[in-house]
């Protein structure tokens, strides 16, 4: 069946506040696949969806909410923990978010009686990314306006410092390597926003720097090989597939008007997709689908795609 490019998102959610920044969970942890988190002004909700393209019983999309946290201040990161666990007795929730306070909050929850978090100071300006190691969740890899990517481990303690030329705007623990310089790759636009590596090829990086989107193949250049215009007022993030290696999304600027979420596959030389979100903020892909959640003005907007 031939896909229109230009759709309405297939499932929407309605949320109680704005939705800032939107995170799948990641990783393959038990019944916890299909958890969900969304940040807004005040306070971080961890839900669970269940979609119609996995469960022939479901009608479209099921949500339900499992926790609303109060946060206290505006949400603009999050990031799972791999130790999160649905399936375990009492349940697991971990993860961290950054905040318009420049600090570090790492949360953990049984759902029950038990919700503790720790803050982690040490950035002197906005936190743009954070993430947590992939493997076993045991440090916390963040970066800065204040030109430094730093990394913590879950007492709080920053292990590692790094100063960076300018300002850290987008973090990803390699899959695969914990600790591996690798070599420095050249986007040749500004400002850049975003980078990901992609889970199905790690030697394939992405993302968006000015108006386009930028591959590199870290073992052909550090140069990209591929590169496209993309969005017209500046793209803003850049998010691989967890299932295609050719596939991607990319939004731009929140709040403008034109079409800000695409959908790109590489053999295409056109978006696959493209869904208007008027102040979308925040792109995650689903662990399993070709599916991804945009944040938007009180709604989390869920589109999927044919690969």
């Given at each position: 069946m031939k896909q229109d490019a230009t759709r309405n998102a297939a499932?929407?959610?309605?949320?109680?506040?704005?939705v800032h920044v939107v995170e799948f969970n990641p990783f393959d942890t038990g019944d916890s696949g299909n958890l969900i988190a969304y940040g807004g002004n005040n306070y971080v909700v961890i839900g669970t969806c269940t979609f119609q393209e996995e469960e022939a019983d479901?009608?479209?999309?099921?949500?339900?909410?499992?926790?609303?946290?109060?946060?206290?201040?505006?949400?603009?990161?999050?990031?799972?923990?791999?130790?999160?666990?649905?399936?375990?007795?009492?349940?697991?929730?971990?993860?961290?978010?950054?905040?318009?306070?420049?600090?570090?909050?790492?949360?953990?929850?049984?759902l029950q009686d038990k919700n503790e978090y720790k803050i982690l100071e040490g950035h002197s300006d906005f936190i743009n990314g954070l993430v947590f190691d992939p493997k076993e969740g045991h440090g916390i890899a963040s970066v800065s306006d204040d030109h430094t990517c730093r990394i913590w481990n879950l007492d709080g303690v920053q292990t590692s410092h790094f100063a960076l030329n300018s300002p850290g705007m987008s973090v990803c623990w390699h899959p695969e390597e914990s600790f591996k310089a690798i070599l420095s790759l050249e986007s040749e636009q500004i400002p850049l926003m975003s980078a990901h590596w992609c889970l199905k090829n790690t030697f394939k990086v992405g993302a968006v720097a000015g108006n386009d989107w930028l591959i590199w193949d870290i073992t052909r250049s550090?140069?990209?090989?591929?590169?496209?215009?993309?969005?017209?007022?500046?793209?803003?993030?850049?998010?691989?597939?967890?299932?295609?290696?050719?596939?991607?999304?990319?939004?731009?600027?929140?709040?403008?008007?034109?079409?800000?979420?695409?959908?790109?596959h590489l053999g295409h030389p056109q978006p696959i997709l493209l869904g208007s979100v008027v102040v979308g903020s925040g792109l995650s892909w689903h662990r399993t689908l070709p599916l991804c959640v945009v944040g938007g003005d009180h709604k989390l907007l869920f589109w999927v795609t044919e690969m």
């Open positions: 499932y929407t959610v309605d949320c109680e506040d704005y479901i009608e479209g999309l099921h949500y339900k909410t499992l926790q609303t946290i109060h946060h206290g201040i505006r949400v603009g990161g999050i990031a799972w923990s791999p130790e999160t666990r649905l399936d375990s007795l009492p349940p697991v929730i971990k993860f961290c978010t950054s905040a318009a306070d420049m600090k570090i909050r790492l949360f953990t929850s049984d550090s140069y990209p090989q591929v590169k496209r215009p993309v969005h017209m007022d500046r793209a803003c993030i850049f998010r691989w597939s967890t299932i295609n290696e050719n596939l991607f999304a990319t939004t731009g600027y929140p709040g403008k008007m034109a079409s800000q979420f695409q959908i790109h």
